[in-house]
C-alpha cells in the first residue's frame, strides 16, 4: 500500500475513526473540546454583545459615538469621508462670551448646536426654572436655551430677550441637562445654547477667538472604524478623536475592569478544556500503538500512518469545534434572553467572528495539546506486532512544551488578556503546583512506612497511588486545577465583585456642586449639613494650563492621542490640600509637610499623567494661570480612584501656592431619593452655583457590575463542565491499567466490595491532596489579582479550607464511577486478551 492515494487514505482513516467512535477517549476528546469551543463562542459572543450595549449606552455622555474636535473646524474632507461612510453627523461649537441684557452682563458658556443634535441621548429642559422636565427638542433660529443660574444672575425670567454679540435671541426654556456635559464637570459659566443657523450672525467668532469645534458621528461600528482609522492619520495637532472610552474615566473604567473579569474567566475555561485535550490525546496515541504497527507491516509508510491518525483528529476536531460554535451560539442567546430585563433594550448582534474565533480556540487547543502525544505514532516499530512491550521514541521534551506553550500563547493573544492578569493566573497556578506537588512526592513516599500496618483496602489503595508516585502527583495536581479553576471562579463571583461594588456604595455622591464663591463657601456648607447630606470636602479650584516641563515646551513631550496630550490641550483644573484627598494614594514620593520646604512649592501629579509626560520627582513644571507663569516641584505622584464620584484632580498643589488668585470651591454630595425639593431650595439660595445631576452616571456603573456579575456565574456552568472533562480525562487515562489490576485481584478472590473500598480511599486521598493544592494556588492568585491586576486589598479567605473535604467527596465519588468498568469488566475475558 505504499504511495496510498490521499483520498484512500482518508477513507480509511474516517472508517477507523467511526470504528473507534465509542471509545472511551474519543467521547471524552470530543466532550473537551466542545466545551471548550462552546465557552470560548458564548464568552465571546456574550462579551462582544454585552461591551458594545455598554458602549452604546455611554456613548450617551458623548452625545455621539465619535466626537472629532479640535480649536479649528473640521477640514471638508474629513466631514466627506464620513459621510462617505453612511454615518450621522451633528456639529457643536463651543465657546466663551458676554450675555448682555438691560440688567447687566455675564460671562457665559455658548453652546451652538445643528438641527441634528445630539446623536445619543437627550436634552432636558423646563419651561420655567425648577419647573417639570420634559426630554428632547432643541432650540429653534431665534431661540436660546439657559440654565436657572443665568436667569438669577442677570434677573431675567422666559420669554425676555439677551444680546450674544450682534444677535438678539428669545429665552424659551431653561437647560436642565446635556447627555455631553457629563464628562466635563468644572464648566465655571452659565450655558447658553443656541441654534447653529444664529452663529454667524453673532459675529462673536473671529480669526484667534478661542473656540471647540466638535464633529459628532454615529452610526455602525464598522464604519465608525473605519472612518476613525482614515481620519487618524491626517489629524491636525489642534485635533484629536473622542470616543466613550476616553471621554469618562468612570465609565471607560468600569468597561476595562469588566472586560478583564470576564477574559479571566474565559482563560480558566479554556485551559480547563486544554488540559483534558491534552489527557485524552494522550491515551488516544497510547490505544493506537498496535494498529500503528499493524498499519506499518501493511506497507504504509511512516509519514502516511501519522497523517492517518492526523486525519482522525482533525475530524473529530472539526466536528467538535462547529458543534461547539453552535452551541455557544445558542447559549449567549438564551442568557441574554434572561437578562432581558436589566440590559439596555437595544443590544447589537456579535458578528461571526466570535464563533470563528471560538473555532479557532478549538483547534489551536487541539494542535498545541494533541499534536505531542500524535507524534509518537509515527515512531512506532513494525516489529511491536510481536513485540507488545516495544514502545515508540518519546517526542522531544522541547517539543511537547513548545507546541503547549505556543498555543497558550495563542489563546491568551486571542483572548486579549494583559500580561499582568495572565501572569497572575499562571505563575500563581504553577508556584503552587511545584512546591505542593514535590511535597505530595515526599507525603507518598513517607506512606510506606505505615502501609505495613494498614488494612487491606488501604494497602490496595496507597499501593496504586505508591506504584506509581509521578502519575499520582501528576493526578493530583489535574485535578487540583479543577478545583482551583471553581475556586477562582466563586472567588471572583463573591469577593472580588462584592469589594468592587463595595468600592461603589450606595450613598456615593450623586450631586456635584461647582462654582461655589468663596463668600458663599461657609454658608454652602452649612445648609448641606442641615440637609443631612454626605458631602466630600470643598476644594478650591484654578483653571490653569501646563505649559512647560524643565523649560521645554509641554507640546515637544507629549505623543499623539495620549493622556498627556488631552491633560495638556485644555485647561486642568488646579487645587491645593493639606492631606492626601480621599481615594487617592501616593505611589511615589512624599506630601509635604506641616511646614513649607525652601524653595519652589511642592505639586502633586497623578501617576498616569506623569507616565504619560514621562515626569519624575524634582521636576519642574510651569503652568500658566489667568496670563501669568507659576511654577512647581514635583514631590509625589498619586493613584486616582476615578470611579470613585470624589473630586479628583491631575495636579494638587502646596498649601498657600495660589491663594492670591481667583478661587471657586468644588464638592460633591449625596442626597437621598426624594429629596428633590432641597436641591431646588439650595438652587434657588445659591444661584451662581452649578449643581449637577450624576445619578444616570451611578446607576449605569451599578448596572455595569450587575452585569458582569450575572456573566460571571454563566461562565461558572461552562467552568464545571470543562472540569470534568478533564476528571473523567484523567480517570480515561489509567482505565486499562486500572481494568486488568481489578480483572486480576477478582481472578485471586477479592470481592466487589473491597476493591470499591479500595477506590474510594484511593480517590478520597488524590481528592484531600488535591483541595490543599486549589486552596494555596487560589490564594496565591488571590493575592497576585488583588494587589496588581484589579488595585484592591487582599485578605486571607479561610473558606478555602473547606476545599480538601471538597475534594475528597467529589473526586472520591467521580473517581468511582468513572472506574467502574475496571470492576464490570470479566475477569476471564481482560486476561484472554492481556
Known sequence: MAGLPLSRLMSLSVRQLLRDARAGELRVLFFALLVAVAASTAIGYFGARLNAAMLLRATEFLGADLVLQGTTPARPEQIRLGREQGLNHARVVEFASVVATDNGIQLSSIKAVD?????????????????????????????????????????????????????????????????????????????????????????????????????????????????????????????????????????????????????????????????????????????????????????????????????????????????????????????????????????????????????GTGLVALAGFALPPLAALGRVPPLRVLRRDLLPVPPSTWLVYGLAVLALGLIMWRLSLDLVLTFALLAGGAVAAVLLGGVLLLALQSLRRVLAGATLPWRLGLGQLLRHPLAAAGQSLAFGLILLSMALIALLRGELLDTWQNQLPKDAPNYFALNILPSDKDSFAQRLSSYSARSAPLYPVIPGRLTAVNGEAVRQLVTKDSRGEQATERDLSLTWSADVPPGNSLSLGQWWGATPAPGLPGVSVEAKLANSLKL??????????????????????????????????????????????????????????????????????????????????????????????????????????????????????????????????????????????????????????????????????????????????????PWLLMLPLVGALLIGGAGVFGTRRALNASPLAVLRDS
Open 115 to 359: 438641527d441634528n443634535y445630539p446623536l445619543r441621548g437627550q436634552l432636558k429642559s423646563a419651561a420655567q426654572p425648577y419647573g417639570e422636565e420634559t426630554a428632547g427638542g432643541r432650540p429653534e433660529p431665534g431661540q436660546a436655551w439657559v440654565e436657572s443660574r443665568l436667569l438669577a444672575a442677570l434677573n431675567l425670567k422666559i420669554g425676555d430677550s439677551i444680546d450674544v454679540g450682534n444677535k438678539t435671541l428669545h429665552l424659551a426654556r431653561v437647560l436642565t441637562y446635556e447627555p455631553d456635559r457629563a464628562g466635563n464637570f468644572y464648566s465655571l459659566t452659565p450655558r447658553v445654547m443656541i441654534n447653529e443657523a444664529d452663529l454667524a450672525a453673532t459675529g462673536v467668532i473671529q480669526p484667534g477667538s478661542r473656540v471647540t469645534f466638535r464633529e459628532l458621528w454615529s452610526g455602525k461600528p464598522t464604519a465608525l472604524a473605519a472612518y476613525a482609522q482614515t481620519v487618524r492619520a491626517g489629524l491636525a495637532p489642534n485635533q484629536r478623536l473622542q470616543d466613550a472610552r476616553d471621554g469618562n474615566q468612570q465609565i471607560g473604567g468600569a468597561l476595562s475592569k469588566a472586560e478583564r473579569y470576564l477574559n479571566l474567566a474565559s482563560l480558566v475555561a479554556v485551559l480547563l478544556s486544554g488540559v483534558a485535550v491534552a489527557l485524552s490525546a494522550s491515551r488516544f496515541a497510547n490505544r493506537r500503538f498496535d494498529a500503528s504497527a499493524l498499519l506499518r507491516c501493511l506497507g504504509l509508510s511512516r509519514r502516511e500512518v501519522l497523517l492517518s491518525f492526523c486525519i482522525q483528529l482533525t475530524v473529530l476536531g472539526v466536528l467538535a469545534c462547529v458543534s461547539g460554535a453552535v452551541l455557544g451560539w445558542l447559549a449567549q442567546l438564551g442568557l441574554f434572553k434572561l437578562l432581558q430585563g436589566l440590559l439596555p433594550s437595544v443590544v447589537p448582534g456579535g458578528g461571526a467572528l466570535p464563533a470563528l474565533a471560538g473555532i
Open 616 to 797: 519624575k520627582l524634582g521636576d519642574t513644571l510651569t503652568f500658566n494661570i489667568g496670563g501669568s507663569e507659576r511654577q512647581a516641584k514635583v514631590t509625589s505622584l498619586r493613584d486616582v480612584h476615578w470611579d470613585s464620584f470624589q473630586p479628583n484632580f491631575y495636579m494638587i498643589f502646596q498649601p498657600g501656592t495660589l491663594t492670591d488668585l481667583p478661587t471657586t470651591y468644588l464638592t460633591s454630595f449625596y442626597l437621598a431619593p426624594g429629596h428633590d425639593q432641597q436641591v431646588v431650595e439650595l438652587a434657588r439660595a445659591f444661584p451662581a452655583v452649578t449643581l449637577l445631576q450624576v445619578e444616570a452616571l451611578l446607576e449605569q456603573l451599578r448596572s455595569i457590575l450587575a452585569q458582569v456579575t450575572l456573566a460571571v456565574e454563566y461562565v461558572l456552568l461552562f467552568v464545571l463542565a470543562a472540569g470534568m472533562a478533564v476528571l473523567f480525562s484523567g480517570l480515561q487515562a489509567t482505565l486499562d491499567e486500572r481494568i486488568r489490576q481489578g480483572a486480576l485481584l477478582r481472578a485471586l478472590g477479592a470481592e466487589r466490595r473491597l476493591l470499591v473500598k479500595a477506590r474510594r480511599i484511593e480517590f478520597g486521598l488524590l481528592g484531600a491532596a488535591s483541595g490543599v493544592l486549589a486552596a494555596v494556588g487560589t490564594e496565591l492568585i488571590s493575592l497576585a489579582l488583588y494587589r496588581y491586576a484589579f488595585n484592591l486589598q487582599w485578605h486571607p479567605h
